[in-house]
């Protein structure tokens, strides 16, 4: 198979002669940090099969380190910085605020912090909403709610040269944006059209996916939490079944296109029998149907869970052309018309049976951070202020190989991550719940 061609080039403003507040080494083992330089990277693909591989060092294809520069491009006494959240909610949004406010003022001394109110529409006029001055007294304790102090909402990404234009009007040069793939789309189309006018625009994404699916993303914030949370939700489906007569627990996860939170919890509870994913089609009638070896189980064992993403099994449902404000295909309800068609066929056997359906998405997804991801938002946003204070633009914080890295935001929103069904995470999602490794009759 051909190769992926890669390029991480970071896109600056110019040439940073700012001496940075941040009192920081050069030195090493003087017991105290040392700043990051330009040229550390780290490397992308490590993976090597036999000698057929060699590990590239070219400078496109290696990821520039995060981390605060001995010299920055911005004078903090003259720097305006602006916060969006975009999309869905998310656990972890106020804590990645709380970081990027905190790190502005505290570590750089930048007063003038402004968050946009109810997404990229907060920047249009017609909209009328204020911003909000944040402060560390206004956010110091904003970490401990779910939600967003700011407000989100989906689309208007596109109205680009509209949100150029706020930005100049506001004598804004840093913006941050908190969001997912059409939120990043919107910050690599507005980086352009700074560029295009000549306006020195900082713009750094922190990648926000509860779904787990940007692509050159080790991990997205959110999505640990949610996972803990379903693993909760799951517990008490299985507890449901397990007390009823041929009870049925059928779980609806979020996972439009990615079933990564479903692989996980199944494999954080052992408890799932079934596990349904966008990335692995499956027919529910046949022989090897999910019907079919639903009954086995009942039949077996006397109680069963599912558990399904919510992009899985849309070929089943009827076929919708709607689009949301963002662009995404409309889903249908996978997780009722499983409840209805189990319902039915088992009705049909003349099996006795309770069937117990819990969606637990908007609750998930409006919880607080837990402690794990409420540190990683932490560093997520204390290394989007050292980018943007260095004039980095165009550019995304992420997590690969477990360090802190900076990725340009065209790469990451070209794909989407999935889950592999020929890769170890999918292997052991089926060998946990003991499933059938394909349920599709031909």
């Given amino acids: 198979m051909k190769k992926e061609k890669l390029n991480f080039a970071i896109d600056t403003l ?43 060092l070219d400078k496109q294809r290696l990821l520039e380190r995060a981390g605060p520069r001995e010299h920055i491009y911005f004078d903090p006494a003259k720097a305006r910085a602006a916060i969006v959240t975009c999309g869905g909610l998310c656990p972890g949004l106020n804590d ?33 909403f204020p911003c909000m001055q944040l402060t560390p007294e206004i956010v110091v304790d904003i970490h401990r709610q779910g939600g967003t102090i700011l407000g989100s909402s989906r689309g208007y990404g596109d109205r680009t040269e509209d949100i150029v234009d706020a930005l100049e009007r506001m004598n804004i040069n840093i913006l941050f944006t908190i969001g997912g793939d ?12 700074a560029q295009k006018r000549n306006f020195k ?66 494999l954080a509870m052992n408890d799932v029998n079934y596990v349904l994913i966008p990335e692995v089609p499956f027919d529910l009638q046949g022989e090897n149907g999910l019907l079919k070896h639903l009954e086995q189980r009942l039949c077996d064992r006397h109680h069963a869970v599912i558990l399904v993403a919510e992009g899985a099994g849309q070929n089943l449902l009827k076929k919708n052309n709607e689009v949301d404000a963002s662009g995404n295909k409309k889903l249908g309800d996978i997780g009722l018309f499983l409840k209805d068609a ?30 794990n991801d409420s540190l990683y938002c932490a560093r997520l946003g204390a290394n989007a202020v050292h980018a943007a204070m260095a004039g980095k633009t165009g550019m995304l914080i992420s997590l ?26 999918w292997r052991d999602v089926v060998e946990a719940t003991g499933q059938p490794v394909l349920m599709k009759n031909g």
């Fill in 14 to 56: 110019g040439k940073c002669t700012v001496p940075s507040p941040i009192s920081l080494s050069k030195e090493e083992d003087d017991y105290i940090a040392n700043y990051v330089t330009d040229d550390q990277h780290i490397l992308y693909d490590i993976a090597v099969t036999g000698n057929k591989q060699s590990l590239s």
């Fill in 182 to 193: 059409g939120t990043q789309r919107g910050a690599c189309a507005i980086t352009e059209e």
């Fill in 96 to 128: 990645v605020i709380r970081s990027l406010v905190m790190c502005l003022w505290y570590r750089y001394g930048v007063k003038w912090i402004y968050g946009i109110k109810y997404g990229y529409r907060g920047f249009l006029p017609e909209f009328s």
């Fill in 201 to 266: 625009l900082s713009v750094v994404g922190i990648p926000k996916t509860i779904d787990n699916d940007l692509s050159f993303i080790q991990k997205s914030f959110g999505f640990e939490t949610a996972v803990s949370s379903a693993v909760g939700v799951v517990s008490g489906a299985h507890v449901e079944a397990r007390d009823a007569v041929n009870g049925v627990g059928i779980v609806k996860v979020m996972g439009r296109e990615s079933g990564f939170i479903a692989a996980h919890t199944a």
């Fill in 400 to 425: 690969i190989h477990n360090r802190f890295v900076h990725i340009p935001i065209g790469p990451a929103v070209s794909r989407k991550n999935r889950v592999d069904p020929e890769e170890s995470l």
């Fill in 342 to 371: 189990i319902t039915k066929h088992l009705k049909s056997k003349n099996i006795d049976s309770t069937i117990r359906y819990i969606d637990p998405s908007y609750i998930i997804r409006s919880a607080p951070a837990n402690p």
